[in-house]
């Protein structure tokens, strides 16, 4: 039982690159979510989904896409790479009412 | 949406003394609150949660009080160590359907040796 995936762990892009950023979880999860981590500003919810083929906008969503396709699969895309999207981003899963489970997180520095 | 405030954002205690964190909410419709602590460079995870049908949780040295009619809750930690130096997150949710977590901005507590 690995929990929640998430790759890669560091990326450096250039402004106007595209990324995807992977995310799984093996725990049957129906709550799946994005994050972004900036220093004062806590985790800031980016993407969420509550089921496959169900997504929803968080808080800051401008800038990237979600799509998920199964019920483990959570994928984050940058469509053209900006330096304020320079953060951490983490990926969480739960069931409704419970504990959310993170991955590792992957640090992206845009230059 | 639900907004979540975290106090204080930085905390410095001696080892062995007591620290105290708050956080209140904003929706009266939230009944889950989980902490997470948060050492650096590693992901978020939970130490402590409590739902809002009860109005204290203890675990060992950790524990958390709500107050539901003032919207708040709280997380104690008793005879700090070094080792509990690290990023604290508040959270709050809803039940049913809806399963938005709404994080606080964090404290940063370090325990002095």
């Known amino acids: 039982n690995a929990g929640v995936t998430q790759t890669p762990k560091f990326q450096v892009l250039k402004t106007g690159q595209s990324m995807t950023l992977q995310c799984a979880q093996d725990?049957?999860?129906?709550?799946m979510s994005w994050y972004r981590q900036d220093p004062g500003m806590g985790l800031r919810l980016i993407h969420y989904s509550v089921g496959a083929g169900i997504t929803d906008q968080g808080e800051v969503p401008n800038g990237y896409n979600v799509s998920r396709s199964t019920t483990e699969d959570f994928p984050l895309r940058l469509l053209s790479a900006a330096p304020s999207q320079t953060s951490v981003y983490f990926c969480?899963?739960?069931?409704?009412?419970?504990?959310?489970?993170f991955g590792q997180g992957t640090r992206l520095t845009v230059v | 949406g639900e907004n979540v405030e975290q106090h204080p954002s930085t905390l410095s205690v001696q080892e062995g003394d007591s620290a105290v964190i708050k956080c209140t909410y904003s929706?009266?419709?939230?009944?889950?609150f989980p902490w997470y602590k948060q050492e650096l460079g590693k992901r978020p995870q939970l130490i402590i949660d409590?739902?809002?049908?009860?109005g204290e949780k203890k675990d060992q040295r950790i524990a958390v009080t709500l107050n539901k009619t003032a919207k708040h809750f709280s997380l104690h930690i008793t005879e700090t160590q070094p080792e509990d130096s690290a990023v604290y997150f508040c959270a709050a949710s809803r039940g049913g359907s809806n399963y938005k977590l709404t994080f606080g901005k964090g404290t940063l507590l370090t325990v002095n040796p």
């Open positions: 969480a899963s739960r069931h409704p009412g419970n504990e959310a489970f």
């Open positions: 725990m049957n999860h129906e709550y």
């Open positions: 409590i739902r809002s049908n009860v």
């Open positions: 929706d009266s419709a939230s009944n889950y």
